[in-house]
């Protein structure tokens, strides 16, 4: 299965906002913005949208990957969906 | 221990009995044992008292021999046995044994120099009708409260916040930078209060009030000089302030028990009070029903080491939620943390167990550098120095393994850690504990956050901090750091004090001797911590008095449950009445668009990271806190003057 970039990147997005930024109504997350630097999630956070990203896109994250490159914006985490999705229909 | 409370006029217009008495009445759960006033044309003082030292003729107000100073004190002088004798080699006549007269005394004797000589937990007043002034003091370490307000001219003081709001002459209202603080640093920083207008006096400050005008010095200053080595007697000297220092804190006239955490340094103390008590020592322990923050096997196993009675205050999440509102009086701020609630139920259990006075291992970690924040500051220094070596940055998995260790979150956590601050700041030790406190910020409502305009409270303790601490080791820096915006204005109080008192329980601290912080502040920091082992020399001396399992134990962070506790089927039902959009709308002070996010959150069982727990205690606190003190103030019943054990008008008797 594959889900293009922008629809990956906006249901992150909606899910970011409905549990990490409903204290914000105004905030813009932009698509490289660091989601730790911007104040999105804290370090627990992080395990929480990865739980998500999982059951949402059908993929699995392994510990050592677990990382700012993967997870640590909207465009990172879209990519590293994308590749995951790709490795499964391979 | 007991409760102090007064009014100074600025003119001689009197003091009403009834006014002092409703100043007693609300802080009478302080001193449960009697109560007295002195009743004056300029001042008028209310003490409430809990007997512990000379039963029979200890109650307050005190007067010395010529009725003209007039004392109005709570706490405790360890050293009283020796100043009386002192004094008595002057020439003073003392009519009682109680540690109070010291201050009468002592105060003619060397006037405010009084207060370098004392070695103890105190707050108090002298009225001193010769020069028409007005004098308070607080302890060096600020163990007891001191609170103060001024309006038109005249003083009003108490230990308590509620005491100064009972007398109809100060209002409450909401301090938005005291509640900045809060949500940055956990407490207001003294002075600054919560309430506006009413103040905390300084740790190691006096005050000297006289027309109307206050004029305040310090008399006490935290100082580090650290030494390059060890004394070579380092032990011999530690093992003679330990032991003076718990000897002097079990002087007294009724029972003293301990509590036990099940950590080094409540063992401690508990184990010399079990060795110096003439009877069977009482502790006190809490347990949790969650395991996550349980510790009752260490604590059985020290309770069978020292051969104490041991008794158990019991906590669930039930017990958090229903008493939070009772804390939130007592505690008489917002809070960020549930942590209170459980020293709350101790207290409670103490009292009932016919305990009054419990040692407890306060100020241990932050002289002999305990908590976890003093290996971090030095693990982030270390890998700031090369911050690409994933060897290094491996240190916080050691340090942190609950969050890091199996975690997956890590890597995350490890570039939180790094990317709070550098070494430069003066704040660079706290900022990662002030930066995950201040999220619940996030939550704050849009003009509360326009009303504080440019308020930068990190800037302001930066500027606030002494010149000496720019020459102080980065690990002596963050330990002035906890002294001053943790210990005293939160530990010794929200979780101290306030708990304590609330069941008229003395909390006496042996760590918090100031003969033990100034032999703990020159050692070298790595006798303190030693790599990552904290209290290395405090551990070496405890060889003497604890087996090694009890000694070496790793410390785990005190903690009770927060957000959970609030939301369960059994959930009180405040909970939603003070979370409601309207109510949370009439506070101000958060936004109910984000609070409403944060029930769902809640509700949900999502709301597990530091940011939403400390949002939902703070929301909570803040709520409750707003309508007992602001919205809905109780109007107090006085204490009828009749039934009063002292009560001392103008003109005084003198005495033969």
New interface residues.
Partial sequence: MHTSRSEIIARVRDFLQENFLYMHTNFQLGDDDGLLDKGVIDSMGIVEVISFIEAEFGVQALEEEVSQQNFGSLSAIARFVAEKQSLVTA | MCGIAGIVRRLPSGVSVESLGRMAASIQHRGPDGYGFFVGQRVGFAHVRLSIVDIDGGAQPLTNEDGQIIVNYNGEIYNHPELRRELEGKGHIFRTLCDTEILAHGYEEWGVNLLGKLNGQFAFAIYDRNRETVFVARDRFGVRPLFYAQSRGDFYFASEIKAILATGEVVASLDRRGLDEIFTFWAARPPRTPFAGIASLEPGTYGILKDGALWLRRYYELDYPEEAAEPEDVIEQLDEIMLRSVGMRLRADVPVGAYVSGGLDSSITASLAARGSPHALRSFSITFDDSRFDESESQREVAADIGSIHSVAAIDQGSVANSFPEVIWHAETPLVRTAAVPMYHLAKLTRDSGIKVVLTGEGADELFLGYDLFKEVSVRRFCLHRPTSLGRQRLFDRLYPE?LGE???????R??FL?AGTPSDPLFSHLPRFL?GA?AK??YAPQFKSGLGEVDVLAELRGSLPVRFFGWSSLNQAAYLEMTTLLSPYLLSSQGDRMAMAHSVEGRFPFLDHRLFEFAAALPTGSRLRGLREKEVLRRWASRILPPRIRERRKQPYRAPDATSFFGPNAPAWVVDHLASDAVRRVGVF?P??VA??I??CRAG?A????ENQ?LVGVLSTQLWYDRFIEHPSSQTPLPVQGASVLITEPLPTFA
């Fill in positions: 969050l975690g997956r979150g890590g890597e995350f956590w570039r939180f990317g995950l999220r996030d939550f936004s668009t984000a996010g944060l769902r959150r999502l597990t990271g530091f940011r949002a």
